[in-house]
């Protein structure tokens, strides 16, 4: 009873951190998106401090251990098609400690929530119905106008949190649009964040996560012939990169963990 309470104690409190980050961000970051439109079309400096949410809620979380690993893009406005496998929600906020702004496909679901969806419009993310295949060619010539300005985008080809600690297979979208576009691709391989906020399920968990940029892969020449062989070589380099970090927090945890 004790424990049930302290993880719902526990909870609150690191929820309650991100709505008073949220409700104190959104202002600004919607001035800048109408006030800063001539010189920043696509809101970057909102979108970065949008994203600056992550730090007080992850300094202010004692059960979390959320860690970047890799060498971030020396010019992350190159542009990249940034990819990563999706665990949990908890990956939005361990990918936006990354130190650069991008703009994020999300759901329409999520962008519908009050104050946190309104400040991801503000900011510039990109909106798709999922299973619609209007939405998505919509929202992938979203994704090239940002791409074009010079911002990298964000994507999830799995398109939706995977329930096993398998890896589901990814969608063609992310790769289409960086062979179209000629856009180099940034993978990110994330492990642990299963456990800080499981599926269907708001309370906190403790948890160390880590996100680890590996190496970009070039899209130069290639064509939509490639695609599939793009796809399975980027899916295996973040399979390979995660089952490392797996085998590295399970022996400091001493033991499986439970994902």
């Not at 959104?26 to 809101?43: A, S």
């Not at 970009?216 to 995660?242: M, N, S, Y």
Request: glycine content about 6%; hydrophobic content about 45%; aromatic content about 8%.
């Amino acid at each position: 009873m004790r424990s049930r309470l302290v993880d719902t104690l526990a909870s609150i409190w690191t929820w309650s951190v991100l709505a008073v980050c949220t409700a104190l961000y959104f202002p600004p970051i919607l001035v800048w998106r109408i006030l800063g439109w001539p010189v920043d079309r696509w809101n970057y400096l909102g979108g970065r401090l949008f994203r600056s949410i992550a730090i007080p809620m992850v300094g202010l979380t004692p059960r979390w251990r959320f860690e970047i690993r890799g060498t971030p893009p020396a010019n992350p406005r190159l542009p990249y098609v940034v990819i990563a496998n999706h665990e949990s929600f908890a990956d939005i906020i361990l990918l936006s400690l990354l130190p650069w702004e991008m703009k994020w496909l999300s759901k329409v679901s999520i962008m519908r929530i009050p104050v946190f969806g309104w400040i991801m419009w503000a900011a510039r993310d990109v909106p798709v119905h999922r299973g619609l295949a209007a939405s998505a060619r919509a929202a992938m010539a979203e994704c090239r106008r940002r791409l074009d300005g010079k911002v990298s985008v964000m994507i999830f080809p799995e398109g939706t949190r995977s329930k096993t600690r398998d890896l589901l297979p990814f969608k063609d979208g992310a790769f289409r649009l960086a062979i179209d576009t000629q856009s180099p691709i940034l993978p990110i391989a994330v492990y642990g964040t299963r456990q800080a906020i499981a599926k269907h399920d708001w309370r906190i968990g403790r948890a160390h996560a880590v996100a680890e940029i590996l190496e970009p892969v070039p899209t130069a020449g290639l064509e939509p012939k490639d695609l599939q062989r793009l796809k399975r070589e980027v899916q295996a380099t973040v399979e390979a990169a995660r089952e490392r970090l797996r085998a590295e927090l399970e022996a400091e945890a001493g033991g499986r963990l439970d994902d």
